[in-house]
Nanobody, 124 residues
């Protein structure tokens, strides 16, 4: 059983940056594809970014491409999400998740372990 704990969220102004971290415990994640999702009030959970086991394959949602960067440090069992040029529409709870499959897939049902989330609020 793996536990995922996100941190790094906060309240910022539009144009600012934040770096989210997701630390895994209980089991190594080095052999797993990992992803970041977000959920805004009244909306469905949506894919933000995903990274394969070694980082060789990365996918981004079109809404964040060019602004967000996903990375991982398998030695530290940690996944990161660097968020630059934040916009008010990026406001959401951000979740880290472990995939049950190797390809980087945007579907939430492909992920079997989730963190509790970290709130990101961007004001204009």
């Amino acid at each position: 059983q793996v536990q995922l704990v996100e941190s790094g969220g906060g309240s910022v102004q539009a144009g600012d940056s934040l770096r989210l971290s997701c630390v895994a415990s209980g089991r190594a994640i080095s052999d797993k594809t990992m992803g970041w999702f977000r959920q805004a009030p009244g909306k469905e959970r949506e894919f933000v970014a995903g990274i394969s086991r070694t980082g060789g394959m990365i996918n981004y949602a079109s809404s964040v491409k060019g602004r967000f960067t996903i990375a991982r440090d398998n030695a530290k069992n940690t996944v990161f999400l660097q968020m630059n040029s934040l916009k008010p529409e990026d406001t959401a709870i951000y979740y880290c998740a472990r995939s049950r499959v190797l390809p980087v897939i945007a579907t939430p049902s492909s992920y079997d372990s989730w963190g509790q989330g970290t709130q990101v609020t961007v004001s204009s």
